[in-house]
């Protein structure tokens, strides 16, 4: 099995509803993102062109919530919600096959962050 990552930043802002904290308050992040899908090769050689997983990423994910309030998107925008958000919206249009969506981590700073796999 062959795991293949990409990783990709955005920025956007959110502020935590039911929450009694801090982060209660509007603020922002530079978010940092790793998509990984795991296969096996294609005819070509690939488990997925690099290319093509920065384009779906890029289409379906970063366009909607680069410099986004994310509140807006999702509603309670928990790094771990927005990492299953990203889950669900990119494990269609990856998986294949040969491959599949195996692992979202999403970073909200360089020292905090979530893994999302999805349950076999």
């Known amino acids: 099995m062959y795991y293949v ?6 920025d956007a802002a959110h502020n935590l509803i039911r929450y009694h904290g801090k982060c209660e308050k509007l ?3 530079t978010y940092k993102l790793r998509v990984t899908v795991a296969g096996k090769p294609d005819s070509e050689g690939m488990v997925i062109d690099f290319i093509e997983l920065k384009e779906v990423v890029r289409n ?3 366009r909607h919530l680069d ?4 509140n ?7 790094a771990e919600n927005i990492a299953k958000w990203i889950f669900d919206r990119l494990k269609h249009l990856i998986n294949d096959e040969h491959r599949k969506l195996h692992e979202i ?14 349950e076999e």
């Open 5 to 10: 990552t990409k990783e990709f930043s955005f």
């Open 27 to 29: 603020h922002g992040h």
């Open 60 to 62: 379906e994910i970063l």
């Open 67 to 70: 410099h986004s309030y994310i």
């Open 72 to 78: 807006e998107i999702i509603e309670q925008p928990t």
């Open 105 to 118: 981590t999403l970073w909200e700073t360089p020292t905090s962050f979530v893994r999302y796999l999805e």
